[in-house]
């Protein structure tokens, strides 16, 4: 399972957590993992070519984790357009990947 925990402050996204596999399938044939992969890792490249230092991002087998620096609205668009395709994501393949939200301190 895939567990996604977006942290928001006030309406902006400040943190994205990313942790698990998804096992739809095996290793080069999970098309939830690669989905998942190419959303978030498509997103943090698209971040960080605009806006250089404005996240912090760490990534290792089966974890990433973003955190926002210097927030504008041009970065919270992008973000929030990632958190829209992992939904979609959600939607189609909810036993794989769940997205947990949590808002000023509170789910």
Known sequence: MISVNVTFI??????????GHANQNIHGKD???AG???IVYGSINAI???KK???AFQIKEG???IQVLTSSKEIQIMLQMMLIQL???????GQYI??????GGVS
């Open 36 to 38: 998942v992969s190419a």
């Open 98 to 103: 769940k997205i947990k939200q949590t808002h």
């Open 87 to 93: 939904q979609t994501m959600e939607e189609s393949y």
């Open 10 to 19: 006030e309406h902006d996204i400040q943190s994205i957590l990313i942790e």
């Open 53 to 55: 230092d404005a996240i």
């Open 63 to 65: 974890y990433t984790n």
């Open 48 to 50: 960080d070519s605009i």
């Open 31 to 33: 098309i939830v993992c």
